[in-house]
């Protein structure tokens, strides 16, 4: 499809260069539909302006004051056999007549799908206004409303059905979490505690309760600074007197404030007021609109870790809990001051509120949103309408600041890489292999350093048995917990990253890939005695690897003798209803019949293959189920003859299901597996039970896993590197379906050798 025969949503609403809040929200609202679903949907607009000008952004152009505009341009609009639905951002005065009644014209002639999002519910209305608001909806039958105040207000008030009201709330921009002393260089007020407003101004901000606030807090503070950021709202300007905004400079002026209030008197772009609102110690919001729904300024501050203390509105009634601010009085000075002296006098609570407004805007992102509001879409134009993910831009940026010169640390504190965490062997094997890949596909010579870096983390994780410690602590030191834990699974993942290096001998620096050869080598005296089934898997995929790039006979006997302990174990485990090589699933499955696939490939037995495909096929039958990809939970696993328990996913699962579906894919062609890994990367995308994304679009790290209610937001170094993994290999799929072929190799064994002629040659270490 071409961009202009793509099915398409109008949005009838106002549009920048407009300066208000919905044009505010629906720039918004469309750019989030367009990132997320833009390459099978577009977005276009019929903006609401009394401007003579053009508007470039807009499709179609409604004077609200012209009635005839309204029916005129429904007709040009039902012309467009593309456009599938007529999303409708409904504010009382935003339409021409009593009530805005002119938009009546527009619904009789329009002969399209309608929904509304309303963005101003009144209560307890008059029956003239509960009869237009009843007449509205019964040309769509369907509403949006962003607080669940609003949803009830509507039924209870207006005698709406529930089932055509649908709670999608506002949206808010992805930041990346930062502390508010390091947000606050960027406009070097790090000796100033920030408090903030941020809004077009009119009376209705009631800006002057804080300003009444602010002596008080001065005596607390003296190092106070309010910033009040944004300019006037256009509607507020009477004659070119902004006599609002003079009012509250002559307020500042007497209470003697100016060294405590700036005023930014301008239209803040989105990635300065984000910025200012991360250096934000105390969010003021002060509205004074005891009705107002829903609160754009409000969501975004909470979205930027802002503590906040607020009047109680709807929309702050609802979403803000002692956990995240404090409400006061409307107009009420001496509450706002005691809540802001309360909050500037406790910073582990301050800390906290920051932290918990935080998380429970991520469910709110303008993807998840995007997500909400197409779901509603389909159900509205046909639920059988094919909506289909945009993959996001590859992004190492949270793997590269998660690593620094001895490799990739193990967690982080939402996206600040925690070293008081130290370091895996597991997680930097697992880093050297996505970067490989990386390189593999792009060839970024910046990717060289990274993949030195972590093969020198190897290299210093292995002793002089061959083997490798898993453990190092924030000082480079060897942890206490490499002498009790069971380190069979670490060691093969190095083994899988060794073989990944060795087999890219054409790509990679050859100082590089024989670096990882003597390391690999050091190793063999080991590899045919582990017990682990996951360990014999990550170590099959390691010498296959290996394998393919030095033919050595050597690898192939290694793996026929483990693939002989997989099938053991199956043979003891399997039957009718549980083909499986245990009696529980955990985590890393999909990784067995990976290695029986990879057993078969060097060797061709066909008893390989069929319990690749049998055990596949059983893994597959428990992840998805109608229709649906659902990770294995990692709260008890999921034991034979039980069912399994819910929630609890984590990307690692994830990640290997998909790179084990890509080497059968490769394999045997069947587009079964090509679909099922699309669906299963789509989990990733908000494909699952939250529809939420789990991955981080400024960084490209991953949140670490999906619970009942939340997603864990901390981007530790496993989840962001198995996103990536699968990332990629989502793109080389790409790459494939344009023609770039993929081959296999089936290297073959020499039928004279044996086990026992393999040598072990001692290999001297590179430093």
């Known amino acids: 499809m071409t961009l202009n025969t793509l099915p398409k949503i109008l949005f009838l609403s106002t549009f920048p260069p407009t300066q208000c809040g919905i044009a505010t929200y629906t720039q918004d609202t469309i750019s989030a539909i367009t990132n997320v679903f833009g390459e099978t949907l577009t977005c276009e607009i019929c903006d609401i302006s009394e401007r003579t000008e053009p508007n470039l952004n807009a499709r ?60 101003s519910i009144i209560p307890n209305p008059d029956k003239k206004l509960r009869a237009f608001v009843k007449l509205l909806i019964s040309y769509s039958n369907s509403v949006i409303v962003m607080t669940q105040q609003s949803k ?179 107009e009420n000075s001496k509450q706002m001051a005691q809540g802001i002296e309360k909050l500037l006098s406790d910073d582990k609570l301050r800390n906290s509120m920051a932290l918990a407004a935080f998380e429970k805007t991520r469910a709110t992102s303008w993807e998840n949103v995007a997500l909400k509001q197409v779901n509603f879409y389909k159900r509205i134009i046909d639920k059988s309408f094919k909506i289909t993910y945009n993959y996001p831009p590859i992004k190492l940026d949270h793997l590269k600041n998660m690593t620094n010169e001895l490799g990739m640390i193990q967690f982080s504190k939402i996206s600040e890489p925690d070293i008081n965490s130290g370091y895996t062997l597991d997680d930097n094997a697992r880093a050297l292999i996505t970067m490989c890949m990386h390189y593999k596909h792009f060839k970024n010579a910046g990717n060289l350093f990274y993949i030195d870096t972590y093969l020198s983390f190897i290299e210093r994780c292995q002793t002089d048995s061959g083997t490798f410690i898993n453990y190092v602590d924030k000082h480079n030191n060897a942890h206490i917990k490499n002498d009790y834990v069971n380190l069979e699974d670490s060691n093969a993942r190095a083994i899988w990253a060794l073989g990944t290096v060795i087999s890219l001998k054409d790509d990679l620096p050859k100082t590089m890939v024989n670096r990882a050869r003597l390391s690999f080598l050091e190793s063999l005296k080991w590899m045919q005695n582990i017990l682990s089934p996951r360990a014999i898997g990550f170590v099959i995929k390691g010498l296959y690897l290996y394998n393919t790039a030095t033919q050595d006979n050597k690898a192939i006997l290694i793996i026929e003798k483990l693939s002989k302990n997989l099938i053991t174990n199956y043979d003891v485990h399997a039957m009718k209803n549980w083909k499986w090589f245990e009696n529980y699933l955990t985590y890393a499955n999909s990784v067995l019949p990976e290695a029986m696939l990879y057993s078969y490939l060097v060797t061709t037995k066909e008893s390989y293959k069929r319990v690749a495909l049998e055990s596949f096929d059983f893994l597959l039958s428990k992840m998805f189920v109608n229709g649906h990809f659902k990770v294995i939970s990692n709260q008890g696993w999921y034991k034979k003859d039980t069912q399994p328990n819910k929630y609890g996913e984590q990307p690692i699962d994830v990640s290997y299901t998909i790179q084990t579906l890509d080497l059968f894919y490769k394999t045997f062609k069947d587009p079964m597996y090509k679909t099922m890994m699309q669906t299963a990367f789509n989990w990733f995308l908000g494909e699952n039970h939250l529809n939420q994304i789990m991955y981080n679009p400024l960084t490209g790290g991953c949140y670490d896993g999906l619970e009942e209610t939340n997603a864990n937001l901390n981007q530790g170094a496993e989840s962001t590197i198995c996103y990536l993994m699968g990332r990629i290999i989502m793109e080389q799929q790409k790459a494939v379906s344009s023609g770039k072929l993929i081959q296999l190799q089936k290297p073959k064994m020499s039928t004279s050798l044996k086990l026992t002629d393999v040598k072990i040659k001692n290999a001297t270490k590179t430093n």
């Not at 110690?281 to 609160?295: E, I, M």
Request: with cysteine; glycine share 6%; aromatic share 10%.
């Open 152 to 330: 009830k207000i509507l039924m209870k008030d207006y005698g709406i059905n529930e089932n055509t009201i649908a709670y999608i709330p506002h949206g808010t921009h992805g930041v990346n979490y930062e502390t508010t002393q390091t947000a606050k260089r960027k406009f070097s007020l790090e000796h100033r505690t920030v408090l903030s407003t941020f809004g077009l101004l009119s009376s209705g901000k009631s800006i002057e309760t804080a300003l009444k606030a602010m002596p008080k807090i001065i005596k607390h503070t003296p190092n106070v600074l309010y910033l009040i950021l944004g300019k006037t709202h256009p509607h507020t300007i009477k004659n070119n007197e902004d006599n609002y905004r003079d009012s509250l400079e002559t307020l500042v002026e007497e209470l003697n404030l100016e060294n405590h209030v700036d005023f930014i008197n301008r239209y803040l772009e989105i990635d300065e007021l984000l910025d200012y609102l991360k250096a934000t110690d105390v969010y003021l919001f002060t509205s004074k609109d005891g009705n107002q729904a829903v609160s754009g300024t409000f969501a975004y501050a909470m979205s930027c870790a802002c503590p906040i203390v607020a009047t109680a509105i709807p929309h702050t009634n609802e979403v803000l809990s002692p956990h995240e601010g404090i409400l006061v009085d409307i």
């Open 60 to 119: 179609f152009t409604i004077h609200p004051k012209l009635k005839e505009d309204y029916s005129r341009i429904a007709r040009e609009i039902n012309d467009d056999d593309t456009i599938k639905l007529v999303h409708i951002q409904h504010e009382f005065g935003l339409f021409g007549g009593t009530y805005g009644n002119y938009i009546l014209d527009f619904l009789d002639v329009l002969e399209k799908p309608i929904t509304f999002t309303f963005h």
